[in-house]
């Protein structure tokens, strides 16, 4: 959509509203109150909102324990034994992936840890690892212990990617002209896919190919990019990804992560990789016998029995997401977030007050905007806070603003940019 065509005004945003296919989903969901109102909500990055639906999906478990106890691992269609095939039709829509290379299962930052110990083989020569600068500090932490693990020194081993000076984000011929200057010492790239702090969406497709033509593999976090962008995990033929389901897929806190590892692994039991009894031969498990037989694709990553009720919450989401589709919820995506932009240039105009350091080109974003605010700092967003409006805050001066497709409006939008007019007036 052209930006010349967006509005400041109520009536405008009323009508994108009213043509917008996708405004039914957002009574689907539960919305804070901020002193008792309803929030204008811009945290999905962080928290997605419950799903009305979540309490029947889960209530439906709890019955099945209470009626059913153990026999509910085999009994009925939905038996808990096989509950995770469940959800692979959507997680493969979302991240672009065939069935088998998709398994939701633990937390991100220990799945991370799980496909570092498959995907991580340093050797003499091989062993420096591509990460962007001010990755998340759970992928810090994880990437400096992994090092250490084998032995090495982080200094000699991370290249830590970090924008050209005056700029805040990375350029994507700057990533691939780093992979070549590695060639054959980088072992991996290992990067967000959506960075958290700037809202950059790298190009996966370009940096997955830079990496296979140097001989080194291409692993991405997708914590902010899982439900946020359309993927195409499969196609861009990368190696392997993490992700979780509390931010965009709107999962409940803490909620269940999942993996994805490209096909070409599907069979190959000589990975080192660290077992447990639900990553073995499921027709096998319960022979309970020794040695260890991974199963085909990433289900072989898997270690403990299925969680069902972070899986129930998880799925009633997923239900939602392919009920919507990824792909129209991008198109809303890129009006939403467009229609912000827009909002922000208007009241910001020339007075520098805020800038916006999220990639322009909705190729390189998903819906996150962050913002630099150079005057007021966090009284602004405290002020935006009183009058209802959920974002975050980043030390020193950062503002994130995540308008999610699936329940936020144009009027949404519009009220904010009100606010924010409003609070820049008083504080800024
Ligand atoms: C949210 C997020 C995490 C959080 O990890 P958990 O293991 O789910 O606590 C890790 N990495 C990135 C990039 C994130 O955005």
């Known amino acids: ?13 009323r009508e994108m509203d009213a043509k917008d296919p996708l405004s039914k989903f957002r009574s689907r969901f539960h919305f804070p109150k901020v002193n008792g109102r309803e929030a204008i909500y811009f945290c999905g990055n962080s928290l997605g909102l419950q799903p009305k639906s979540v309490k029947d999906y889960l209530e439906k478990e709890l019955n099945n324990w209470a009626d059913l106890a153990v026999d509910g691992h085999f009994h009925g269609e939905d038996a808990w034994y096989h509950i995770r095939k469940k959800s692979k039709p959507a997680l493969a829509e979302i991240l672009g992936a065939q069935e088998h290379e998709v398994v939701a299962m633990n937390n991100l930052s220990v799945n991370l840890h799980l496909l570092m110990v498959s995907f991580y083989q340093p050797t003499e020569e091989r062993y420096k690892i591509i990460v962007e600068a001010g990755a998340f500090p759970s992928d810090q932490y994880m990437l400096e212990t992994q090092i250490k693990f084998h032995g090495l020194d982080p200094l000699d081993v991370l290249v830590e990617l970090a924008p050209r000076p005056g700029e805040f984000t990375l350029r994507t011929e700057d990533i691939l002209e780093e992979i070549y200057r590695q060639g054959e010492s980088l072992a991996m790239v290992n990067m967000a896919g959506i960075q958290y702090y700037t809202g950059q969406f790298f190009d996966l497709k370009a940096i997955t190919e830079a990496a296979h033509a140097v001989g080194a593999l291409a692993g991405f976090d997708l914590a902010h990019a899982a439900g946020n962008a359309v993927l195409k995990l499969h196609d861009w033929d990368v190696d392997f990804a993490t992700w979780c389901s509390y931010k965009y897929l709107n999962s409940g806190p803490g909620n269940i992560s999942g993996i994805f590892v490209n096909e070409r692994y599907a069979e190959r039991p000589d990975l080192p990789r660290f ?53 129209n919820l991008r198109e809303k995506s890129e009006k939403l977030t467009g229609y912000l932009e827009f909002l922000i240039r208007q009241i910001s105009g020339e007075s520098g007050v805020l800038e916006i350091i999220t990639p322009k080109n909705p190729q390189e974003r998903g819906c996150q905007l962050s913002l630099l605010i150079h005057r007021g700092g966090k009284a602004v967003f405290d002020e935006f806070y009183k009058h209802g409006v959920v974002g975050d805050w980043r030390n020193p001066n950062v503002i994130r603003l995540a308008p999610t497709p699936l329940y936020n409006s144009f009027l949404d939008v ?5 606010i924010l007019e409003q609070s820049l007036e008083k504080f800024a």
């Open 414 to 418: 519009f009220r904010f940019a009100k």
């Open 1 to 13: 959509m052209n930006p010349n065509t967006f509005q400041y005004s109520e009536s405008f945003a």
């Open 275 to 327: 077992g447990g009894w639900w990553g073995h031969d499921e027709g096998e498990r319960f022979k309970m016998e020794k040695g260890f037989v991974p199963m085909y694709g990433a289900d072989g990553w898997q270690l403990a029995n299925t969680n069902v009720l972070a899986l129930a919450a998880h799925q009633a989401s997923l239900d939602i997401f392919q009920e919507a589709g990824i792909e």
